[in-house]
């Protein structure tokens, strides 16, 4: 099931080629339609969002805001223990995020100048959440408890509408565990314009997350620079690095379980041991039998499934750091040992009983993760992405005297004499 190569400069770039080949060109047909959208959400605000879900969602809504008998009634269609799953993840995810906050601080010298910095959280986030065969309850509280711990005033969330005018209760649930503060059906690139822009119904946000389709993800380019986003994320990726130690159970398992996201999800395994990547490879064909997505998985594994066999695990990581995939297992005897070398991840699984699901639902760290290479300078969504810094600084009248002179003479050097002005007026 995965095409097998050994490690050399070719199987390298060829696999650095095809994932980069993953991104696909620019539609410009989609682009000529999020476009329009988008500027008929400007102009037209409530009304075109009510005509594009009638178009798009095939529903006639009169209010746009999900109400509160509409959640409380989700509450009695969705298990118990479901529920009770939900509120532990969102335990572990809240405690995470917690230990990430940051302080503002102030540093005070002797000679009567201080200086500092604020940490300021922003006031509205948009969170987009898919609908319809694509609910995922996990991203809510991804995408939401972050903000919540960096303290954000007003949490704003979409999701598409189903046919019959309401939203899936999983996903309704999730948004209530979360604490977000409002949700509305609207989906697509409808949705991003509103929270961008601002109509009757939905206030203009600071920054939107959230995972969505082409269309969506398009909105999102489009509308940044009005708004913050979190990323424009590509299809999903997995890594799996192991040694002869390692079941193959496990690793062809943890391999299958991106590959069902998409067609173009890529999953890759790095080895030391033939006898393993063979062994892999054979339980992979076995397993995919049994999933209800193996159609996906097929396509997804024959042009993306990927196995290379290296000469040592030093090698295997170097190899991972180039590609920088979105999620890694060191599925090894001391997975500790290896973490400090590995320098581009979006997250990082230790030991043989951390698959990514572990990440992706409930262990705590965020399943929001740069793609398609990005990990060598994005991070993970965090408390950090729903913050502002903004710094201060005072000088008695003792330390402005005292830096005057340097200030004008870089001033000057630079041609700025106003600057170097409002220097001179306060000598005089």
């Not at 269309?215 to 590509?234: E, N, P, Q, R, W």
């Amino acid at each position: 099931m995965l095409r097998i190569f050994k490690f050399n400069e070719e199987s390298r770039d060829l696999v650095i080629k095809e994932l980069k080949d993953r991104e696909g060109k620019e539609d410009k047909k989609i682009l000529n339609s999020v476009e329009e959208i988008i500027s008929k959400v400007r102009d037209e605000k409530d009304k075109a969002l009510k005509e594009l879900t009638k178009s798009f969602d095939g529903v006639e809504l009169e209010d746009l805001r999900v109400s509160d008998e509409e959640i409380e009634e989700a509450f009695s269609l969705v298990e118990d223990d479901f529920i009770e799953s939900l509120q532990k993840a969102k335990k572990n995810i809240y405690k995470f995020h917690e230990m990430q906050k940051g302080n503002s601080w102030i540093n005070t010298e002797a000679n009567g100048v201080y200086m500092g910095q604020r940490i300021i959280p922003l006031d509205k986030v948009g969170v987009y959440v898919p609908g319809g065969t694509a609910a995922y309850p996990s991203s809510v509280l991804m995408n939401t408890i972050p903000a919540k711990v960096a303290g954000v005033n007003k949490i704003v969330m979409t999701t598409p509408p189903s046919k019959n005018g309401k939203v899936n209760p999983y996903i309704l649930v999730a948004a209530k565990i979360a604490e977000v503060d409002e949700v509305y059906k609207v989906g697509g690139a409808q949705a991003i314009a509103a929270l961008a822009y601002g109509t009757e119904s939905i206030e203009k946000v600071d920054k939107i997350v959230g995972p969505g389709n082409i269309y969506v993800a398009t909105a999102k380019k489009l509308v940044f620079g009005s708004v913050d986003i979190d990323m424009i994320a590509g299809p999903s990726e997995i890594l799996v690095i192991s040694d002869e130690t390692s079941k193959k159970e496990y690793i062809a398992a943890d391999l299958l379980s991106q590959a069902e996201h998409d067609v173009l999800a890529s999953s890759i395994f790095l080895t030391t041991s033939e006898e393993l990547l063979n062994g892999v490879c054979e339980e992979m064909e076995k397993q995919t039998r049994e999933l209800s997505r193996k159609e996906i998985i097929t396509k997804s594994m024959s042009k993306y499934g990927i196995g290379i066999l290296c000469e040592s695990i030093e090698q295997c990581i170097e190899l991972s750091n180039i590609i920088s995939p979105e999620h890694l297992e060191l599925m090894v005897a001391n997975p500790m040992e290896l973490l400090g070398k590995v320098k581009n991840a979006g997250s990082v699984f230790l030991g043989q009983y951390t698959p990514e699901p572990v990440g992706d639902y409930f262990g705590g760290p965020n399943h929001v993760l740069p793609t398609s290479g990005t990990a060598r300078f994005f991070s993970a969504l965090s408390t950090d992405s729903f913050i502002k810094k903004s710094s201060y600084i005072y000088y008695s009248k003792e330390a402005f005297y005292e830096a005057s002179k340097d200030i004008i003479n870089l001033a000057s050097k630079e041609g700025l004499t106003a600057h170097a002005n409002s220097i001179k007026v306060r000598l005089k």
